[in-house]
Every structure is written in C-alpha cells, then in structure tokens.
C-alpha cells in the first residue's frame, strides 16, 4: 500500500475544514420566508401603540428593550420614510431591512477575503489597513468578539447582519470609523491627546469637520460654565486677600461690583482661542507623530509615544496661543470700565508694561501640561480598557458615554496633579492688576502661597473648577453630537 504524502493530507483537512465552515457559514437567500416571518414580528413588537405605523421613539423603546439600541434611531426613520410621514409602515419597514442587508451582504463578502463564507481575525485587520486603519490583533480581537455570538472566533453572515442590521452603515469607511473613533470633549482644560485620523479622512475634510464640531461644542460649553471659570479665577488671584472667600461669597461679590453680565467677563476670548489652539494642537501632533515615526506615514504610535507627542504638541499649541491666556486672565479680573474690550486690554498691556508681559507665567503653564497629559492620558487608557476587559463579549467599543465617563475621571485626576502649577501661572499673568505688588517669578510664587496660606492655598478656587466638570461634559456632550450630524461626520456610534 502506498503512503500518502504528509502535505497532501495536510492539504485535505485543511480543505475539509473549510468545507465545514462553508457549510456552516452558508447565508440564507433574501427571499427566505423565515426572515419575513421575523421582521413582521418584530415590526409587531416595535408597533408599541399597534396604529401600523413605528415612529422614532417606539423604534428606539423597543430596540433598547432587545439590546440593540443605536444613537442613530432618527437616520434609520428618515432613510426608511419614503412617504415622509414620519413614521414607518410595514412596507417601510422591510423595504429598510431589505435594503440594509443588501448593503450588508455586499460589506460581508468585501471583508471575507478568502470567500470561505466567514470573517476572521486577519481579514479584519487586512480590511482595516487598506481603509489606512492599524489595528492590533487585540484591538481587532476585541471586535470580532462583539460579533461572535457561537464562541468560534469567525463571523458567519447572520452574525454580521444581526450586529449591524439596526445601524445605518453605508460603507466599509464607515463601519471602519464606526470601530475605531472616539469622541472630543473639551471641559475648558487641556485637551491632552488630539483625535487620530486616517490618510482618507483628510484628504475628504472629515478630519476638519469632526474638529469643528469640537470646537462648536467647547464654545457653548465653556460660554455655559463661564460665570465658574471666571469664580475659579477670582478666587485663585484674590484668596489670600479674600478672607474665608467662598462660592456663593466670591459669586455674590462679583455680581454686585458689575452685575450679572459681570459673570462672562473674559468669556469672549477664552471662546476665541478654541479654534486656533485645537488646529495648532492637531497639526503639530500630526507633524510630530510623522518624525516619531521616522517620516514614515503608516502605523501606530503607542500610549507612550502618543503621550510624548501629545505633550509636545500641547506645548506648541500653547507657545503660540499664550498671549490670549494672559489677555483672558486680565479681561477675567477686570474692574467694571477699566478696558474697553480685548484690544484695548492688549493695547494698555503692551504700553504699560510691555511685550515680555505677554508670556508671565509661561514656565508653569508649559510645566503643567505635562503631569496633566501624563495622568489624564494613564488614567483614561487604564479606565478604558478596563471596560473593555470586562465588556468584550458585548461591544467592542466602549461607546460615547463610556468615554465620556472615562474623559471626566481622567480630567480630574490630571488636573488634581497640575492645579498649583496652575494656580501659580494665573497669579503671575495677574501680578500687574495689583499696582505696585513685587513681581515674583514661579518660585517665589510658590513661597508666598504656602507661607501665607499653607498648603491648602496651592488649591484655592479648585471647588468651582470641579463644580463645572460635570455640566461642562453634558453641554459639550449634546453640542458635539448635534454638530457632527450637522456637518456629516456621525458615524451611528
């Protein structure tokens, strides 16, 4: 009897296996009458007031009910409402379903490369990388278990379409954004480590899009905590002098001087530096991560080196913005009538005591940013994956309100490390309000404060910065979302 080659009958099980797996992953035809058993079902379920008719809140009550609510009810509504009613109808509703599967199918088998009927862990990165998506086989692991409902590791067609069936995804660009972004919240601290994006997301304007929309929500955030900010910043330059100054004290006390507009003084420019600071920090990472990376435009960078590039281009953001902290410090602490506006305060500045005035207290604000970056950046990865450990069986994305949370605790742990650095920077971008005060340079600053008010007085006005944490988050939180569906970038995440 002859012997069988050892490959060849490697070769046969290996085409044996993928026979089975062809078998099993084999997707049913459109027209199966159990698909349209179901979907009249579930349309009987989601009819909530049985009119025949779901609108948005029935879809969204009964998705959630089941486990499969996305934030994007409203686009399912309106890509599905032919009539323009509002609502969906029966016709609507499977013409919709029919529609996105055959969206999905076509997704499917762009990502099965191998055609064996099943997506597994190299053809996820394989696809992500030719969108100019680098993913890690953890990361790429991560979500192929929030697919996977037999266990096996490989996604067969029903588990694809049953993932993504209720969230309009129109493209592979898309699911790709749709596993792989986060969100940009800016609570009026610094915004550590800037968004990546890929080489497509540039070159079609999302990048700029997705930028604006942060900057909107950063405007209408800090313009909502403003009267906070401006107490923060009362009670940093003013707690020696300010007796048993508190927040309803240091309120009160600003409002008689000027009224309640008094509030919003400063508001203006610390609005007006949003936009800059966020396109110079986003560029400057940008360039930095490319000589990270030897000039070279693929890969990723690490949490270290995203850390490092981070808090350089913070850095740089801040070197050339600088002077409108100072100016936003001054119009922040200014008597009722003392300036005009913002050039007029930049003119006085510049007359009376000159141009170097423009960058007080720059030492510890560039010092600053780098426990904050390094705390803020540890503490959000660790809290991140964390969920991620915990949640990988049910999403491979942590979600918005994940990462909100995440952002919020994070912010807080970085600004406790930086907070006396930056009460130091206000005091000397301040030191000319007070006519006649010696100038005191970073560490004599630091001398003064705890001899006169102890260690405790390194924190003072830190309550009001924590009191406007969770209200700036919410504000940014809703405006962000409006924005990006505004300008084109929701991704249905």
Same mark, same amino acid.
Do not use: C
């Given at each position: 009897m002859r012997k069988r080659n050892p490959g060849s009958v490697l070769e046969l099980v290996r085409h044996a296996s993928m026979a089975l797996r062809r078998a099993r992953c084999q997707d049913r035809p459109d027209s199966d009458p159990d698909r349209e058993r179901c979907w009249t079902e579930l349309f009987e379920q989601l009819d909530l007031?049985?009119? @025949?008719?779901?609108?948005?809140?029935?879809?969204?009550? !009964?998705?959630a009910a089941r486990g499969l609510l996305r934030t994007a009810v409203e686009e399912i509504v309106e890509a599905g409402d032919t009539n323009q009613d509002g609502q969906l109808d029966f016709q609507e509703f499977t013409e919709y379903l029919r529609a996105q599967e055959k969206q999905l199918r076509l997704m499917f088998r762009s990502l099965d490369r191998n055609d064996d009927g099943c997506i597994d862990l190299s053809e996820i990165?394989?696809?992500? $990388?030719?969108? !100019? %998506?680098?993913?890690?086989?953890? +990361?790429?692991s991560r979500i192929l278990q929030s697919m996977d409902q037999d266990g096996t590791m490989t996604i067969d067609w029903n588990e694809?379409?049953?993932?993504?069936?209720?969230?309009?995804?129109?493209?592979?660009?898309?699911?790709?954004? /749709?596993?792989?972004?986060?969100?940009?919240l800016d609570i009026g601290e610094h *915004?550590?480590?800037?968004?990546?994006?890929?080489?497509?997301e540039r070159k079609s304007g999302f990048v700029w899009r997705q930028l604006m929309a942060g900057a909107m929500a950063g405007s209408v955030s800090r313009t909502g905590t403003a009267p906070l900010d401006?107490?923060? %910043?009362? *009670?940093?330059?003013? @707690?020696? !002098?300010?007796?048993?100054?508190?927040?309803? #004290?240091? *309120? $009160?006390?600003?409002v008689r001087e000027g009224g309640l507009t008094a509030l919003w003084r400063g508001n203006g420019i610390n609005v007006l530096k949003i936009a800059p600071e966020t396109a110079i920090k986003f560029l400057a990472y940008e360039q930095i991560k490319l000589l990270m990376k030897g000039g070279k435009a693929g890969g990723t960078l690490g949490v270290q080196e995203r850390f490092v590039a981070g808090s350089l281009a913070g850095a740089t953001a801040q070197t050339i913005i600088y002077p409108m902290e100072v100016l936003k410090t001054r119009l922040t602490l200014r008597k009722t009538g003392q300036f005009s506006g913002m050039a007029d305060c930049a003119w006085h500045i510049l007359r009376m005591e000159g141009l170097r005035t423009f960058y007080k207290g720059y030492l510890p604000n560039i010092l600053g940013i780098l426990p904050y970056a390094g705390i803020d950046l540890a503490v /959000?990865?660790?809290?991140?994956?964390?969920?991620? +450990?915990?949640?990988?069986?049910?999403?491979a994305d942590p979600g918005v309100l994940v990462l909100v949370g995440c952002g919020t605790v994070s912010s807080t742990c970085g600004q406790l490390a930086s907070y006396p650095l930056a009460l130091v920077r206000t005091r000397m971008q301040a030191q000319a309000t007070a006519t006649g005060s010696p100038q005191l340079s970073m560490l004599g600053q630091f001398r003064t404060i705890v #001899? +006169?008010?102890? %260690?405790? @007085?390194? /924190? $003072? @006005?830190?309550?009001?910065?924590?009191?406007?944490?969770?209200?700036? %988050?919410?504000? #940014? /939180?809703v405006v962000y979302e409006r924005m990006r569906r505004a300008l084109g970038v929701a991704v249905g995440s």
């Open positions: 007031n049985k009119d @025949g008719r779901i609108d948005v809140n029935e879809l969204r009550t !009964g998705l990165q394989q696809s992500m $990388r030719s969108l !100019g %998506v680098e993913v890690t086989t953890e +990361q790429a694809w379409r049953d993932h993504f069936l209720f969230n309009p995804l129109h493209n592979m660009e898309e699911i790709a954004l /749709y596993w792989k972004h986060s969100l940009m *915004l550590t480590i800037p968004d990546e994006f890929t080489e497509q401006r107490l923060k %910043v009362f *009670l940093q330059v003013h @707690g020696s !002098g300010a007796g048993r100054a508190s927040v309803w #004290s240091g *309120l $009160r006390e600003m /959000y990865e660790t809290l991140k994956n964390a969920w991620l +450990q915990r949640n990988t069986a049910s999403s #001899s +006169q008010e102890g %260690v405790m @007085g390194l /924190y $003072r @006005g830190i309550a009001p910065n924590f009191l406007k944490v969770i209200p700036a %988050v919410s504000i #940014s /939180y």
